[in-house]
């Protein structure tokens, strides 16, 4: 799964298969229609996600899978710290 935020997304994929027993690939192509020049001041990060399972999904289980990588819950973490008293005159002074 290509990210939202990616380059081009959703970007164009590659599928290769060599044949039974030979293997193959997949992978994402974000120049394939338009290609692109990598500028050195440009920082970029592609985030994927690849599932592996072992038996057919229907289309809500990996519709689901796809909202929980594309859209995860925002946490807003607030940590209130107990008040400490001071252990000396010290502590007191501005």
Avoid at 58 to 70: F, G, K, P, T
Wanted: charged letters at 20%; aromatic letters at 10%; one cysteine or more.
């Amino acid at each position: 799964m290509s990210h939202p935020t990616n380059f081009r997304h959703p970007e164009s994929i590659r599928m290769r298969h060599d044949g039974p027993g030979q293997g193959g690939y997949i992978h994402f192509t974000p120049t394939r229609e338009t290609g692109a020049t990598l500028e050195t001041a440009v920082k970029r990060t592609f985030r994927y996600r690849v599932f592996v399972y072992d038996q057919t999904i229907n289309s809500a289980e990996a519709e689901s899978l796809w909202q929980q990588y594309a859209n995860p819950p925002q946490i807003e973490l607030h940590i209130h710290l107990p008040h400490r008293a001071p252990n000396s005159e010290r502590e007191c002074e501005p």
